[in-house]
Nanobody, 126 residues
Framework: AVQLAASGGGSVQAGGSLRLTCTGSGSTFGDSDMGWYRRATGDECEFVATISSTGATHYAEYLKARFTISQDENKNELYLHMNNLKPEDTAKYYC????????????????????WGQGTQVTVSS
């Protein structure tokens, strides 16, 4: 099993940056496709970015210019670097793990992820 804990959220002004960290534990972390999702109050969970166990990345199209997903398998950490933040980025951000490798098309679907962190709140003020 994989246990995940997200951190790094906070309150920033528009144009600012944050780096979210997801710390993982469990034997499958290094072999698992990972992802970030977010949920704004009252909205559905929204795909942000994913990175495969082989390091291939994919982003929501409207975020790819500002967000970067990366990981350090030696530290069992997943990151989301967010630049030029906008008020519409305000949401609770969740890291998630599939637990294995799956094709990209499947990784875009929330239900593909078996393990979820508790989420970290990001609030961007104008």
């Amino acid at each position: 099993a994989v246990q995940l804990a997200a951190s790094g959220g906070g309150s920033v002004q528009a144009g600012g940056s944050l780096r979210l960290t997801c710390t993982g534990s469990g034997s499958t972390f290094g072999d698992s496709d990972m992802g970030w999702y977010r949920r704004a109050t009252g909205d559905e969970c929204e795909f942000v970015a994913t990175i495969s166990s082989t390091g291939a990345t994919h982003y929501a199209e409207y975020l790819k210019a500002r967000f970067t997903i990366s990981q350090d398998e030696n530290k069992n950490e997943l990151y989301l670097h967010m630049n030029n933040l906008k008020p519409e980025d305000t949401a609770k951000y969740y890291c998630a793990a599939v637990g294995r490798w799956i094709p990209l098309a499947q990784r875009l679907v929330e239900s593909a992820y078996t393990y979820w962190g508790q989420g970290t709140q990001v609030t961007v003020s104008s």
